[in-house]
């Protein structure tokens, strides 16, 4: 482990050396070369501390991932730095070799400082476009709520549901919420859409159940007549932090339970309730945690969906879309609807409705944003109402999931 981090401060420390060669290049003053090499080294060198503390503590403070941010962004600026010039070096040498084998060692190399002066500007420049979107991403993109609405029909929705309204929310990570005024502006924004029912599918802390107390009253504000219903996801099951004892985590999970009971939430766990409106019904389904590769694989759809009627118009929410893709589109049963969270959209990417939809968290997910449809089964992975690690988002934007159900059951009988 000692080895590693030996290996990782020299990465850090290489890097900084080399992309400032570029700072010094377009600066005449040393101050400020010196300022750019002391600042990466000091921002980098916060973030192990902090990832030391963490250890220590098991606690993800937002200072820790505002270190975590700043830490980012200086990287990625050096990298990008790095490229450019490293692209430039890499182009002298095969001109160095030249020169040394058609006039020899004694004549002298020609520097062409004016070249080198504009790939550094031109490398700058560039670097700081993304760097710039990381750090606003920062103070404004974790707090950019935005509302997605999908007009979704169903051939077995029992028409007394038609214009069923849902409010889809997930991945609230309580412990990393800094800024009280704008939670409660997320909040208000949900129950100004006026939703028939609310379902949170996951991960409402980072690990401790305690992280949600602050911001209990708030959670506890969000109403919907037909009731307010949740899942576990990952984080949850607190597995990413050191307990005393086996019974300390377990003794987390029961507070966690009892905190989403008071706050007004119906825990569905490998169960299932009956949602009843006028004099039809609908069957909503909750799984515990069930996620491809090493992620828990709590999630049991055959006990969940016990009793249930084959007929019946079914709603699961399993927090990880992996399961969907596993388990679910293949199952016996048919789900007309699923809903899940977890990716996060990885909060960063390029959304432009109708043009591009990218994030690197598609290499990894393949249903990882937005509505799908296979099988004649749909489900919708919401984008995460809050944030982990990094504190930010750039191009992925909290997401408040309204799903408005339609019915094509045709409501003209003949007499």
Known sequence: MIFRWLLFIAFIICLNLYASQAIKTISKNNWFFYSFVIANLLLA????????LLDRSSIVSPFFSYSLGLFLISILFQIFVVLFILFEDLF????????????????SFQFIPERRLFISQLAILLASIPASALFIGMLRGKYSYRVIEHELSFDNLPKDFDGFRIAHISDFHCGSFDNEKKLAYGINLINQQK?????????MVNNIAKE??????????????????????????????KWGSEQEKLENLDNLKSLLKEMGFKLLLNNNTDIIKE???????????????????????????????????????S????????KVIDHKEHIDLTLSGHTHGMQFGIEIPGWIKWSPVQYRYKYWAGIYNESNQIINVNRGFGFLAYPGRVGIYPEISILDLKSNINSNIST
């Open 45 to 52: 060198f916060n973030f192990i501390f902090q990832i030391y």
């Open 92 to 107: 002298r040498i095969p001109q160095w070799f030249y020169h040394v084998f058609s006039k020899g060692f004694g004549q």
């Open 195 to 203: 939703p028939d029912i609310i379902l949170f599918t996951g991960d």
């Open 212 to 241: 949600i107390l602050p911001w209990k009253s708030l959670i506890s504000s969000l109403k919907a007549p037909y009731g307010k219903y949740a899942v576990l996801g990952n984080h949850d099951y607190g597995d990413y932090i």
């Open 279 to 317: 004099s039809s019904s609908i069957s909503l389904i909750g799984v515990e945690n069930w996620g491809k590769g090493g992620f828990k694989k709590n999630g049991d759809l055959d006990l969940a969906i016990k009793n249930i009627k084959s007929r019946d118009f079914k709603i699961l929410m």
């Open 319 to 326: 927090h990880d879309p992996s399961h969907w893709e596993e």
